[in-house]
């Protein structure tokens, strides 16, 4: 015992006052029991905050305060068993793929943990990329329950062993009169079915997944193609780095932010996709080999979130007589697209059949006015109802089926006007009904 105070409460250290410290760990700075408790607790209640990244409540100490001094410090039963909850979460097996192993699972859409029922809670930045590759699977596995089918491209000199890139098609995609295209963000880590993985994680998949979108479709008799723009390589053995136990525990000492390791990844092994190294490429493909080729779509409708903004409207450019014969309208979600010295006939088509919907605290379909986003955008752009742009999706939901609705009205064509050669397309019908049936493309593609 010492001629000391707590760094907190000021109280004095005495024979029945205890005290507790991270001496043994190199930090001198004492503190009494309850501040300690009281501290762990607040701690424990910032889910954005990890729990293995608890230091010294002096902030300018950066001691790391570890797993046996928690549980000797903490008395609360329910407070150490929310911990353990947690702690839980972190996967015993080496590369998890599925949310059991994460202990977590959805209730009403919300992730939960499936002991406690409290929503997701951060660990790493490494945790939560895995957490995050295992919700892609269980939206994955939902889309297959509609119907749909995993699409794996391009087959032409591909090895069994080399990656693929992949889409989803509704059973009725190849066949509808009104095709509906679906391209998430470019350049981040969402993939097909998702619009905002934090939003699948902390909010819920109604607003951020585009399994409702796919729910709305399938009631307007749309038939659905979801792009994966940014499936661009695929990791050695299909292992990404970061995903054992220990790496996905890993933290940086010298800070008292939450790393996976950022140079492991640089370094890690990666393929490119053929036909799918960027997500430009990727979408020019599905155009040319699922869209112009094969469906039979009359009308084609488009909505494209945020950065798959800027690459719709590249492929707009790169096939602006396709687009004219047969797109009746894009909706973009969030996208900070710009023109820039484009022919009058994409400008046309921006402005007469595309809209953008952003964030804003204007109420919904409200005009924005003249700003620098609506000068390069061309098409008009009107409030999303919402400044949150991971809630954007969501709000704009019922607005962006009215639009398309009243776009096909005035653009639509019956099947007969639009020109397409089904024996010129495909080889034979078998063919045809075997990539629908087995979900592959044909061989030469």
Not at 40 to 53: A, C, M, N
Not at 318 to 327: A, E, L, M, T, Y
Request: aromatic share 10%; net charge neutral; glycine share 4%.
């Amino acid at each position: 015992m010492g001629n000391s105070n707590c760094r907190i409460c000021n109280i004095k250290e005495t024979e029945t006052t205890q005290f507790v410290s991270l001496a043994k760990r190199g930090c001198s700075h004492k503190f009494c029991h309850s501040c300690w408790e009281i501290y762990l607790q607040e701690r424990f209640l910032d889910k954005h905050s990890s729990i293995l990244d608890i230091t010294c409540p002096l902030r300018e100490c950066f001691i790391r305060v570890p797993d046996e001094f928690i549980r000797k410090v903490i008395t609360n039963r329910e407070t150490l068993s929310y911990y353990y909850s947690v702690l839980k979460t972190i996967p015993l097996p080496d590369y998890p793929s599925t949310l059991e192993e994460f202990n977590y699972h959805y209730v009403n859409e919300e992730l939960v943990n499936k002991d406690t029922g409290e929503k997701f809670h951060f660990v790493t930045q490494a945790h939560y990329e895995a957490l995050g590759d295992a919700v892609v699977d269980y939206i994955h596995k939902k889309m297959r329950t509609m119907g749909y089918k995993e699409v794996i491209f391009p087959m032409k000199n591909r090895l069994p062993d080399q990656p693929g890139a992949n889409v989803f098609l509704s059973s009725d995609a190849l066949d509808a009169e009104t095709l509906m295209v679906i391209i998430n963000d470019c350049g981040h880590p969402v993939q097909a079915g998702e619009w905002s993985r934090n939003s699948c994680i902390n909010g819920s998949l109604k607003t951020g997944s585009i399994l409702p979108y796919l729910d709305k479709a399938k009631e307007k008799k749309f038939g659905v193609i979801v792009t994966n723009p940014n499936k661009n390589y695929a990791y050695l053995d299909n292992k990404p780095p970061s995903r054992t136990r220990s790496e996905l525990m890993m933290i940086n000492n010298n800070t008292r932010m939450l790393y996976y390791n950022v140079e492991k990844e640089k370094s890690y092994p990666k393929i490119p996709i053929k036909k799918s190294e960027t997500p430009q490429a990727h979408l020019q493909y599905v155009w040319k080999h699922f869209i112009d080729k094969r469906a039979k779509a009359s009308n084609i409708v488009i909505i494209a979130h945020a950065g798959g903004g800027c690459c719709t409207l590249q492929l707009l450019r790169d096939n602006i007589d396709s687009f004219n014969n047969r797109v009746c309208a894009i909706a973009f979600l969030g996208s900070a697209h710009y023109t820039w010295d484009d022919s009058s006939r994409v400008i046309e088509f921006l402005g007469n059949r595309c809209v953008n919907f952003v964030s804003s605290v204007e109420p919904l379909g409200t005009t924005i006015p003249d700003t620098e986003l609506t000068k390069v955008s061309v098409c008009p752009v009107v409030s999303g109802g919402t400044p949150q742009g991971e809630l954007l999706c969501s709000t704009v939901f019922e607005s962006v089926f009215t639009f398309i609705s009243d776009k096909l009205n005035v653009y639509s064509k019956t099947e007969e006007t639009h020109e397409f050669n089904e024996n010129q397309v495909f080889e034979s019908s078998s063919t045809f009904n075997e990539m629908k049936s087995v979900g592959t493309v044909p061989n030469g593609e």
